[in-house]
């Protein structure tokens, strides 16, 4: 069974810097991209951006509005997906989702989500 | 990358059809069939309903249905029932190799 659990969410002040991680199992993580989705509370899904597999470079896309203070990483000896979030805004106040699309090379079809974590930037 | 446009609620009657629409650009839903939909049930993750403009998941119902014509996609639940009231979000990969979402329709059954 496919299971996606993200981490590091929390109370983060504007400006500042916070790491999410993905741990993802069930599944050779390695072969998969992997995508972040935020929502805002109330509002709409927001897609974030993903991180292609290994087998094409490990390269980025990311959503316009977010490119810049948003960097997707991951390791694959440990299964875990990474945002990392700079500058900080009240905007970014969400609950982010890392989820898995069917292939390695893009984010259109995305068949397993995990639960999110809370991110709130206030001061 | 402007979001998809749905319209913000949709509602219907046990038994009835409904249809949620989700209009685009050349760039996205009318340049490509990866048009998907995602069903989310308050507090849960979203969950596809429907993939590259028409396709269904093994496991979702036959009432679910789905079609694009030029930069609008259209998704379609057929014999309505009290599980399908959920909100529905479509998306659309994009020429850019990102993905957009829709700004999502609340679905009621009344």
């Known amino acids: 069974e496919v299971q996606l659990v993200e981490s590091g969410g929390g109370l983060v002040q504007p400006g500042r810097s916070l790491r999410l991680s993905c741990t993802a199992s069930?599944?050779?993580?390695?072969?998969?991209?992997m995508t972040w989705v935020r929502q805002a509370p109330g509002k709409g899904l927001e897609w974030v951006g993903f991180?292609?597999?290994?087998?094409?470079?490990?390269?980025?896309e990311y959503a316009a509005s977010l490119k810049g203070r948003f960097t997707i990483s991951r390791d694959d000896s440990k299964s875990i997906a990474y945002l990392q979030m700079n500058s900080l805004k009240t905007e970014d106040t969400a609950v982010y989702h890392c989820?898995?699309?069917?292939?390695?090379?893009?984010?259109?079809?995305?068949?397993?989500w995990g639960q999110g974590t809370l991110v709130a930037v206030s001061s | 990358q402007s979001a998809l446009t749905q319209p913000a609620s949709v509602s219907g009657s046990p038994g009835q059809s409904i249809t949620i629409s989700c209009s685009g650009t050349s760039s996205d839903v009318g340049g490509n069939d990866y048009v998907s939909w995602y069903q989310q049930l308050p507090g849960k993750a979203p969950r596809v309903m429907i993939y590259d403009v028409n396709n269904r998941p093994s496991g979702v119902s036959i009432r679910f249905s789905a079609s694009k014509s030029g930069n609008t996609a259209s998704l379609t639940i057929s014999g309505l029932q009290a599980e399908d009231e959920a909100d529905y979000y479509c998306t659309s990969y994009t020429t850019s190799s990102t993905l957009v979402f829709g700004t999502g329709t609340k679905v009621t059954v009344l």
């Open positions: 069930g599944f050779t993580f390695s072969d998969y991209a």
């Open positions: 991180i292609r597999s290994s087998a094409f470079g490990g390269t980025t």
């Open positions: 989820s898995r699309p069917t292939s390695g090379f893009e984010s259109r079809l995305l068949d397993s």
